[in-house]
């Protein structure tokens, strides 16, 4: 069962969690209790990939959906990848990297968005219903969310990105799937202009109601639960190449989904040593976990543009573990943070430590392991080696979360290695591929009318 972080919202199932996206009461959705995992994990480490992400959520969806279904979704999420291991772990040098990014979209969020996809379309056909996703993104997420949903029957999605405002590969990822259930719209505005649009149209209730309107963002609690499986996974990997009884984590981290799924492995018993979050210069997070003050700053534009992000949407679910599961503690931190711009928060926490890199050091981090070990980090990944290095590990090994493929990001590969020799089959396909896409003005009535003419 699940409950929200602020307290007003209990019992849910886990299919309607998924449905729900956001608690109705403005938190965040979360398990009622997690699983201790650390006596089992002899049985967990030698399943593949995709049989251990079943076993992993068969813990979590309290069989509201029978383990021979889940396992059919499963199954199919991952065919899409272009290799069995799903999850690659690589060893360049003397840290160890996890490629995520051998999805569709090419980047981590494959690994969740398309759990979520074939999720969302079992659960309507049990129900026989229809779903209207409506999103917005400032680069990677619709993408994923698009080929997660791409082609299928009960559903649409709407997808919106500021205009102009999105890398020409990216733009180009939504807006040539060619499906007729895909609807991308430019809006005129920011990024924070089209995350705004979202809110008024889910806080819409009866537009919601009336397209039976669906979130994909990063605060679903599929999301998460599907992220948990590679740290189990990659911890496995290790301890059979190295014996190796503890493994550290370093994640590059914008909106905490990817590092937040790291902690709750760890709460459920895998021995991680450490979890460091990698920030660029947007560091409030990495400010948190130095010093214990969550403050919102400006943002800055940088290399690596998904962690380009200063109120991280999954934070609160840390704020819930971290004040001992108490929603009047989450409720109060977070009416203090709407108030005054700032949380403070006492005392260390026991796994996470942090750090930041600039865009100097992630372009130099680039051009070291592209000379020194030929293997080419995209800017994202980057910052978090760069971190990593940062760090000393002893005997611990160290895994990096590589989150995307370095071809999402030419412009910054050429600065780094002064060539252009980021290419992956994918992307050169799209570049040539029609491309489809309405633009709109940033206006709530304008975006709802276009919803209801083209919804499912
Ligand atoms: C989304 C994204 C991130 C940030 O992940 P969070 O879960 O938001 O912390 C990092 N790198 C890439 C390439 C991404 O797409």
Redesign the pocket.
């Known amino acids: 069962m699940y409950l929200s972080t602020r307290g007003n919202i209990s019992d849910i199932s886990f299919q309607k969690a998924v449905l729900m996206g956001l608690a109705t009461d403005g938190g965040l959705l979360v398990p009622a209790e997690l699983p201790d995992l650390s006596s089992s994990l002899s049985e967990l480490r030698d399943l593949s990939y995709p049989d251990l992400a079943v076993r992993i959520m068969d813990i979590f969806t309290d069989k509201d959906i029978p383990v021979g279904d889940l396992q059919k979704i499963v199954y199919l999420s991952y065919e899409s990848f272009d290799t069995p291991e799903i999850t690659p772990i690589v060893k360049p040098d003397s840290l160890y990297i996890m490629e995520l990014f051998h999805g569709p979209t090419l ?3 494959d690994v969740a968005l398309q759990f979520l996809g074939n999720l969302f379309d079992y659960i309507l056909e049990k129900s026989n219903t229809k779903l209207n996703i409506v999103g917005a993104t400032s ?3 619709g993408s994923a969310a698009i080929y997660g949903v791409r082609g299928k029957d009960n559903m649409d999605i709407f997808i919106m990105h500021p205009e102009g405002r999105v890398s020409p590969i990216q733009k180009r990822q939504m807006t040539t799937v060619g499906d007729a259930n895909v609807h991308n719209i430019a809006v005129k505005g920011t990024f924070d202009d089209t995350q705004k649009l979202l809110k008024d149209l889910f806080n819409d209730l009866e537009l919601r109601e009336t397209y039976n309107l669906a979130a994909v963002n ?1 605060v679903n609690w599929a999301r998460v639960l599907a992220q948990i499986v590679y740290y189990f996974y990659a911890y496995f990997r290790v301890h059979e190449k190295t014996g190796a009884e503890t493994v550290r984590f370093c994640v ?8 937040f799924a790291g902690y709750l492995a760890w709460r459920m018993g895998l021995q991680i040593e450490k979890l460091i979050l990698a920030s660029n210069e947007n560091d409030i997070l990495a400010d948190f976990f130095q010093h214990g003050v969550y403050k919102k700053g400006e943002v800055y534009s940088t290399y ?1 543009p ?2 380009d ?1 200063q109120v991280a949407s999954n934070f609160e679910r840390y704020l819930y573990y971290r004040n001992g599961e108490n929603p009047a503690e989450v409720n109060k931190l977070m009416q203090q943070f709407y108030q005054t711009g700032k949380i403070e928060i006492s005392g260390q926490d026991p796994v996470f430590a942090a750090d930041r890199a600039t865009n100097s050091q992630t372009l130099e981090t680039i051009r070291r392991y592209y000379q020194d070990f030929n293997y080419l980090l ?1 800017p ?1 990944t980057a910052v978090g080696v760069n971190v990593a290095e940062k760090f000393k590990s002893g005997d611990v090994p160290t895994v990096c979360l590589a ?2 493929h370095p071809a999402k990001f030419p412009e910054a590969i050429r600065q780094a290695v002064g060539k252009d020799c980021a290419h992956h089959p994918g992307i050169d396909r799209i570049l040539e591929l029609p491309s489809e896409c309405t633009t709109l003005p940033a206006d709530k009535q304008k975006i709802a009318e276009f919803i209801a003419n083209n919804a499912n």
């Open positions: 980047a981590f969020k680069g990677d997420t990063s590059p981290t914008g909106n905490f989904g990817n590092i690596s998904s962690m992000i995209d994202h989150t995307a």
